[in-house]
């Protein structure tokens, strides 16, 4: 019943931005905390970015921390990563998760996940 849908990935030069999109269906979507994970081969799941349920309180690794920013579209049931200053360490698939009203930066806590998109940023 719940589904979330990323798009937006690709391959970009070290300095440039990108924008990920999450679309979202099956599931009371102001009530739920959405959050953004990525993964690289080789490393484990980690934390991006995080937006809460009921009141829109962001959260951000420090690693992207004024460089990124989550937002959500609620007229479209949708959540946003734009990401600025792009480098090669943050060459990962990136995954949309949600869970219900509470935020979390541990990826166990989130019921849901998108199938991911592959972002990639070279040197």
């Known amino acids: 019943q719940v589904q979330l849908v990323e798009s937006g990935g690709g391959l970009v030069q070290a300095g440039d931005s990108l924008r990920l999109s999450c679309a979202a269906s099956?599931?009371?979507?102001?009530?739920?905390?959405m959050g953004w994970f990525r993964q690289a081969p080789g490393k484990e799941r980690e934390f991006v970015a995080g937006l809460s349920g009921g009141p829109s309180i962001t959260d951000y690794a420090d690693s992207v921390k004024g460089r990124f920013t989550i937002s959500r579209d609620n007229a479209k049931n949708t959540v946003f990563l734009q990401m600025n200053s792009l480098n090669p360490e943050d060459t990962a698939v990136y995954y949309c998760a949600a869970r219900y009203k509470y935020g979390s930066r541990r990826y166990p806590d989130y019921n849901y996940w998108g199938q991911g998109t592959q972002v990639t940023v070279s040197s």
């Open positions: 099956g599931l009371t979507w102001r009530s739920y905390a």
